[in-house]
């Protein structure tokens, strides 16, 4: 399996190629800008693609998302319901940034923890994570967590937007995430990557070791 990490968008997220080699089957975790970039990439690995998965709702994580479902119509973009109003206020958003105003981002399907994903006959277990918004999901694959903006290097997603809610990623992160295989690689939606054993330990906010 090939993950390749692609910083796009105004404020750089992390948009995420996981790709089988075997069946060329391939997931894209965000959208968050240059969609043409991310076609490239794909078509450079020969990769079929089956989803789009958003983690949520912020416009740097779907800035990009109608132009990536215009150069790979046949596929589906997946977010949790819980932020369809984030992508109702976008231009809203957008302005709080002094970002120019994007088009609605489409989204074709809701997902929860009880949705049934797989690529590659590999099972993609989805994670609800309210806090950094309602409707914050992470993916977990194999021993791969995309974290979006709920778990960072040493560091939790700001809570202070609407939807954010300090009690419900604290929930997420110890009740969740931090129960996973302490061996799991997070790659988050900014910077770079940590592993569930090292945010136990050194997490600002709840790890062993907290500043907070």
């Not at 958003?54 to 977010?79: I, Q, S």
């Not at 797989?118 to 409707?135: L, M, S, V, Y």
Request: proline residues 4%.
């Amino acid at each position: 399996m090939i993950i390749k990490k692609l910083p796009l968008g105004p404020i750089e997220a992390n948009t995420y190629i996981i790709f089988d080699e075997k069946s060329k089957e391939a997931v894209v975790i965000e959208a968050s800008g240059n969609a043409q970039k991310i076609k490239e990439e794909l078509d450079n690995l020969g990769a079929n693609l089956k989803y789009i998965l958003l983690t949520h709702g912020h416009f740097d994580h779907v800035f990009a998302l109608n132009e990536l479902k215009e150069l790979c119509p046949n596929v589906k973009a997946y977010l949790n319901k819980e932020d369809e109003r984030l992508l109702e206020h976008i231009g809203a958003q957008c302005a709080h940034f002094g970002i120019g105003a994007i088009e609605e981002p489409k989204i074709d399907e809701y997902v929860d923890e009880n949705s049934a994903l797989e690529f590659a006959n590999i099972k993609i277990k989805p994670i609800h994570t309210p806090g950094h918004t309602k409707g914050s999901m992470c993916y977990l694959i194999e021993s791969e967590l995309f974290s979006g903006d709920t778990l960072f290097f040493e560091e939790i997603g700001r809570c202070d937007l609407p939807g954010g809610d300090f009690s419900e990623i604290e929930n997420s992160i110890r009740n969740k995430l931090f129960l996973l295989d302490k061996n799991t690689i997070v790659h988050p939606g900014h910077s770079h990557d940590t592993t569930i054993a090292h945010e136990i330990k050194y997490n600002a906010y709840f790890g062993e070791n907290s500043r907070y």
